[in-house]
DNA sequence: ATGGGCGTTGCGCACGTTGCAACGCTCCTG
DNA sequence: CAGGAGCGTTGCAACGTGCGCAACGCCCAT
C-alpha cells in the first residue's frame, strides 16, 4: 500500500538470501541506485541491515532482538514451555510446538531428543505444510471455506512416497484429523520419521498451537509412537486448560 | 532518512514491547491514525505484523524466518557450532558464541549446560556489554580512537559490586585483554556466575567473534573455571584457523 | 436510543521521494 | 603512470505519493 515502505521491505528477504552490494539491491528492486541506498540507509539506521567490511549488505542484528521479543510476547509458549520439557523428559523423543499464521505453520519451541539419532529443524522455519503432524491439526480446525480455500493454494511436494499427493487428498485427511482429534505424519515428510500430534485449545475451544513428538524409526517403530499418543493428548490438554485460564497451573508444571 | 519507512520500521520495536491497537500505534508514531493504518498494512503485507483476533497488532511470523535465515548466513556460526559442543562436553558446561555488531554484542550460538544450575541467556539477545567476558573481548580489537568513544557512550549499570563501574576501568580493563589475549567476567553480572572467554579471529588478525564457557560457582569455583582456560583457547584458535581458512578442517570437527 | 470509541475510506494539497547526472573514489589494465 | 571501469555517494528539480483531514460505519456500553 505504501511503495517506499513496500520497497524498503521488499529488501529484506532479498538480504535473507545472501549479503548483496548497492547494484545488485537496486537491480533486483527495479529502481535506481540511489533509491535503493535510500532506503538500505533507512533500515540500516534501525539496525535491521548491517553493512560488512566489504561494503555489502546483510540482514543485521535487530532482527533477532525483535524476532526474540516477538517469541517472548508468544504466551502459548510460555505455558506450553515447561510440558514440551516434562514430554521430553517421559518419552525422551523430539517434543515440537507450533502455531499456524497467516498460511504458515511454523514450530514456536522445540526440545531435543536424548536419542543420538535427532530430526532436523529450526524454530521458526516454517513446517512442511501439506504433510507435518501439527500442521494438519493446525489447518483442520479452520473453518470449512478458508480450509479449502487453503488446501487449493497449496503445493503438494512429494517428500516421500507417502506425501500427502493432492488437495483432495488433504482435506480427507484434515476431516479425519478433525474428527479424531488428534494428527500423524508417518513418513511423509522424511522416509524413516513418524510424529504423533495433539491440538492445544483456547478458551473458546479454537486450536491455537499443537505438540509433537517426532522419532525416527530406527529408534522406534511407528506402532510404539503411537502408543505415546495417550501421553501427548495429555500434555496437550495440560496446556489448553492453563491457556484457557481453567486449570490455574497445574502441580506438574510448577516445578 | 526515508521518512515513511523510517515510521514503519519505528513501528516495530514498538509492537516487541506487546501488541497494539491502531490508536496506540499512531499516538506513539506521532502520526495520524490513516497514516499508521497504511503503514501498518504494509508491514501486514510482508508477514512483519500480524493481526490477532482482537483486532490488535503484533510482531508477525516472517521476522522470525528472517531472523533464521540471517542466523544461517553467518557463517562462522556454522564453523564454530562444532567446537562449542565439543567444548560443552569436555567441561560440561554453558558455551556461548558472540559477536559485535552496530555497538551491541549479541549471543549467536550457545550450547547449554549438562548441569542441572544453569545460566539465564538468549541467543540474539544482546549482552551485558560492559562486563561480559566476550564483549571485552570484541571491544577490546577495536582501533584505539573508536574504543574510547564506544566507552565514553556506554552506560555503566552495577550489576553486583564487581561490575565495571566507569569508562575509565572499563578502557583499563579493555587494555588488560587485548594484551593477555582473552578474557573473564568473575560475577560482574550476576553475583555467582563466572565465565572465561578466548577471540576468534580472522584472516587478517582482526577479532570476529568470541566465545566463553560460564558456569556458576556453586559448580565450579572461579579458579577451577580458569584451569579451563587452554581448552577455551584451544577451541577458539580452532575455529579462528578454519573461518580464515587457513585449516580446511580439523579432524576433531569432522566428527 | 444515543453517545463514544474504534477502524476505515476518499480526497486534495504539500512534501517527501524519485531518477538523473555528475562527482569522488578505488582498483585494474594497458 | 595515465586512463578507464566499476562502485558508492551527492545535489537537484520534477514528479508522484504518502500525508492529515473529515466523514463514515460499526460495535459496545451506558
Not at 513496500?6 to 552490494?21: F, N, Q, T, W, Y
Request: hydrophobic share 40%; aromatic share 4%; proline share 5%.
Amino acid at each position: 500500500m505504501s511503495q517506499t515502505v513496500d520497497r524498503a521491505l521488499s529488501i529484506l528477504p532479498l538480504l535473507a538470501e545472501g549479503p548483496a552490494d548497492l547494484g545488485q539491491v537496486a537491480d533486483r528492486l527495479g529502481v535506481h541506485k540511489s533509491t535503493a541506498l535510500r532506503l538500505l540507509r533507512t533500515l540500516h539506521e534501525h539496525g535491521l541491515v548491517y553493512r560488512q567490511s566489504d561494503q555489502r549488505y546483510r540482514l543485521g542484528a535487530r532482527l533477532f532482538a525483535l524476532a526474540q521479543e516477538a517469541m517472548e510476547n508468544l504466551d502459548v509458549r510460555e505455558i506450553a514451555h515447561p510440558h514440551l520439557a516434562r514430554l521430553n523428559e517421559a518419552c525422551g523423543h523430539t517434543v515440537h510446538l507450533a502455531v499456524h499464521e497467516e498460511g504458515e505453520v511454523l514450530y514456536i519451541d522445540k526440545v531435543e531428543s536424548r536419542y543420538p539419532v535427532r530430526m532436523y529443524s529450526r524454530i521458526g522455519r516454517p513446517v512442511a505444510i501439506t504433510v507435518a503432524a501439527v500442521a494438519k491439526l493446525l489447518l483442520a480446525d479452520l473453518p470449512e471455506p478458508e480450509r479449502r480455500a487453503v488446501a487449493e493454494k497449496l503445493d503438494y511436494p512429494l517428500y516421500t512416497a507417502r506425501s500427502t499427493p493432492n488437495a483432495p487428498a488433504f482435506l480427507r485427511e484434515l476431516e479425519k484429523v478433525r474428527e479424531q482429534g488428534w494428527a500423524t505424519d508417518l513418513g511423509g515428510h522424511e522416509e524413516s520419521i513418524n510424529c504423533v500430534a495433539a491440538p492445544i485449545r483456547g478458551a473458546d475451544g479454537r486450536v491455537v498451537a499443537a505438540m509433537s513428538v517426532s522419532a525416527p524409526n530406527v529408534v522406534v517403530t511407528a506402532d510404539e509412537l503411537l502408543t505415546l499418543l495417550p501421553l501427548v493428548r495429555r500434555a496437550a490438554d495440560a496446556v489448553s486448560g492453563e491457556y484457557s485460564g481453567r486449570n490455574p497451573i497445574t502441580q506438574a508444571a510448577k516445578e
